[in-house]
């Protein structure tokens, strides 16, 4: 984008002027260009208002210059995804039903929990201590994440096809959660390809380690104490979570997602 529009600012301020004669021009202080005033012999007035560039405006000007170069590969719900016709780097727009990872679902439903029993103040009642314990630090985790979490969307594959992982802000999404699944397309560069035989860890791509612990390098032990949690925790909160699907198979298309739309 910047190779197209340097220095994009949010707001343009633009100046009409015209005469009763119907002569008009414009200056406005856009990439530094300015039209000059043209002057006619009746009346002139001046009308002055403000321009937005909107996030929807960068990406269809982003869109048509690559699609003017035929850079953008795309792939229909029908079309099978391989990995020989998406280099990493390639820009694509890939259509799909997407849904989140299974990984998503269990954090969703440990922060709902977590709020809801928090609110009623049950915890301590209802639960035995074990139970209690996870609640407690699963609440002292991820309080501060309820608005800013990643969610991995998962189209997978069959056998004529890859997989097809990106992974959403929640912050940035213009629809509620519920309805962010299904049929939709992505629209990005391709980060990764993950072979066959090999896997895509769901685990790595959601950036749920606190700061703390990547600061002291306990990584390896924070994720084993999660592993746990998520293994035991109670049916009735929709646990627990089956270790295999964190783990994708290959082979697996990783997009960096620009933008995600129907």
């Known amino acids: 984008l910047s190779s197209l529009d340097p220095g994009v600012i949010e707001d343009v301020r633009q100046k009409v002027v015209s005469n009763r004669d119907g002569e008009t021009s414009a200056g406005r ?19 002055e208002f403000t321009l937005r560039i909107t996030s929807q405006h960068l990406f269809h000007r982003v869109y048509e210059e690559l699609e003017s170069r035929q850079q953008i590969q795309v792939f229909a719900e029908s079309d099978p995804l391989d990995l020989e016709r998406s280099k990493k780097g390639f820009v694509v727009e890939i259509s799909r039903p997407f849904s989140p990872s299974p990984l998503s679902e269990m954090l969703r439903s440990m922060f709902e929990t977590i709020s809801l029993l928090e609110d009623l103040g049950i915890a301590q009642d209802r639960f035995d201590q074990n139970t209690r314990q996870v609640i407690e630090q699963m609440a002292m ?8 979490r990643e969610l991995p969307l998962v189209a997978r594959g069959n056998d004529s096809g890859a997989s097809v992982v990106f992974v959403a802000r929640t912050q940035f999404l213009q629809i509620e959660l519920d309805n962010f699944e299904g049929d939709m397309t992505v629209f990005g560069r391709v980060e990764k390809l993950i072979p066959r035989h090999e896997t895509l860890d769901l685990f790595d791509l959601m950036n749920i380690l606190p700061r703390g612990v990547r600061r002291v390098g306990g990584e390896a032990n924070f994720r084993d104490a999660m592993m746990q949690v998520f293994t035991s925790w109670p049916t009735q909160l929709g646990g627990p979570l089956d270790p295999a699907s964190i783990k994708l198979p290959g082979p697996v298309v990783l997009v960096s997602a620009l933008a995600v739309y129907r």
Request: zero cysteines; hydrophobic letters at 20%; a neutral charge.
């Open 29 to 47: 202080g856009f990439h530094g260009l300015s039209i000059g005033h043209r002057r006619g012999s009746g009346q002139i007035t001046e009308q």
């Open 141 to 148: 985790i991820f309080r501060h994440d309820q608005e800013h």
